[in-house]
């Protein structure tokens, strides 16, 4: 055995472990009043968790609160609420940023303790629903529903424990959750998508699984309003992993783009970087076109200055059902 196989077992020992440990002391896991539905995975990397957060929060009427980590930001040892408009401080993720840009009136709770999160938001706000954001393999909060992403990009070479693969725990471990959603199926042939949603059904047979594909919303200007791409030309700059994605789906949504400037990932942009942008395309005659993620990045003072669009992404089941329908939830109960 290899070391890096012995070092599989290590990590998936410890993780049987810690959820044995919860399962015992189960007096440690709170229960909220509010019904908890966590959005998680079990691999490493983007698998579209946020698309589907967004989908989930546009579909549920009723009051709802997002617990999410905040992942390596200064908040993620303490705690932040991000409600309604405001200038919020940059070096929150991404992801909480986006959230709180796209429907500011739901709270958005930082902080690595979601068990703190979650009874500072009942005493707060008291929401109807928690949305716990990378909730799969947190346990010490009751979760009232389970929704798994995986990503049919993923090789099956690689659907190992780390550090022999990208999973964070074993492969079985999916049966445990109520709806497994396999993502970007449009990125891959057809013949991949059903070789892991065969062997999702192996492992989890009674658990609903719905193919879903990222697609692209559209652009939009840095007040929500829809853009149209016709008669411009782009300059295009990212500070993403995949660049050729957004570039892709710029040509999906029949972009000209002229001009690129691409960043490391998570690059939080300077004033001086944005100012160089701004001026390359005023010379050249052209519009500043972004990912959504990249746009939460830029002040809003300095945003105001620049003819810039974001493009919009979406994920979505193939099928064109919403997901609450998809996922057979009834809406007067919800979950």
């Not at 908890?36 to 698998?47: D, E, F, L, P, Y």
């Amino acid at each position: 055995m290899t070391l890096l196989a012995i070092i599989s077992k290590i990590y998936s020992f410890l993780s049987f472990a810690e959820r044995k440990f919860f399962d015992i002391f189960g007096f440690l896991v709170y229960k909220p009043k509010a019904k908890v539905v966590s959005v998680g995975n079990i691999s490493m990397g983007g698998t579209g968790k946020t698309p589907v957060l967004f989908e989930l929060l546009s579909e549920i009427k009723t009051s709802v609160c997002v617990l999410t980590r905040g992942y390596r930001s200064p908040y993620e040892r303490s705690f932040y609420v991000l409600h309604k408009d405001g200038d919020h401080p940059q070096e929150l993720t991404d992801e909480a940023l986006m959230t709180n840009k796209r429907f500011p009136f739901v709270p958005v709770l930082v902080g690595k303790n979601r068990h703190h999160s979650a009874i500072m938001g009942e005493m707060m706000f008291a929401p109807d629903i928690f949305l716990l954001d990378d909730g799969f393999q947190y346990r010490r909060i009751r979760k009232d529903f389970n929704i798994l992403l995986f990503d049919a990009m993923c090789d099956p070479a690689e659907a190992c424990v780390l550090p022999m693969g990208r999973l964070r725990e074993p492969f079985e471990r999916l049966k445990i959750a109520d709806v497994i959603l396999l993502t970007r199926c449009n990125s891959v042939s057809e013949e991949r998508a059903d070789y892991w949603f065969n062997k999702i059904r192996s492992i989890a047979p009674d658990t609903k699984i719905i193919k879903t594909g990222t697609f692209c919303d559209g652009l939009f200007d840095n007040f929500g309003n829809r853009q149209s791409p016709v008669g411009k030309s782009y300059l295009a700059f990212s500070g993403i992993g995949r660049p050729q994605s957004f570039y892709a789906q710029l040509a999906d949504n029949n972009c000209k783009v002229v001009e690129s400037s691409e960043f490391k990932d998570h690059h939080r942009f300077t004033a001086d970087e944005l100012g160089t942008l701004r001026k390359r395309a005023e010379l050249a005659g052209l519009t500043l076109v972004c990912t959504e993620k990249d746009a939460v990045k830029i002040p809003a003072h300095i945003a105001e200055t620049m003819k810039l669009e974001v493009l919009r992404i979406r994920v979505r089941p193939l099928n064109k059902e919403s997901f609450l329908t998809a996922m057979g939830v009834n809406k007067q109960t919800l979950f």
